[in-house]
């Protein structure tokens, strides 16, 4: 996650990086955002390109893990919801 909020408003971007780089340093490719001030849902996920990064062997980190089980869980309502 790399921050780019100002002081007392954190927004993350939540982003494909070489465990090299630094946190705010470059990074490969920007697959959602975080905002932890709002409220209900305050995160937003690429599925289609975490599950590409994962299957290149990407490992995600612990809060970044969270975000990927809950919008996997949300993703079948929200199909239903739009058919």
Do not use: C
Request: overall charge positive; charged content about 30%.
């Amino acid at each position: 996650m790399k921050r780019v909020g100002t002081t007392n408003t954190p927004v993350f971007r939540i982003v494909v990086a070489d465990s090299r780089s630094p946190r705010d340093g470059k990074f490969i490719e920007e697959i959602g955002t975080y905002q932890p001030l709002k409220k209900g849902d305050n995160f937003t996920l690429k599925l289609d390109r975490v599950e590409h990064w994962m299957s290149k062997g990407a490992l995600p980190s612990d809060t970044v893990a969270s975000f990927i089980r809950k919008a996997r869980r949300n993703a079948p309502a929200a199909t239903a919801a739009a058919a």
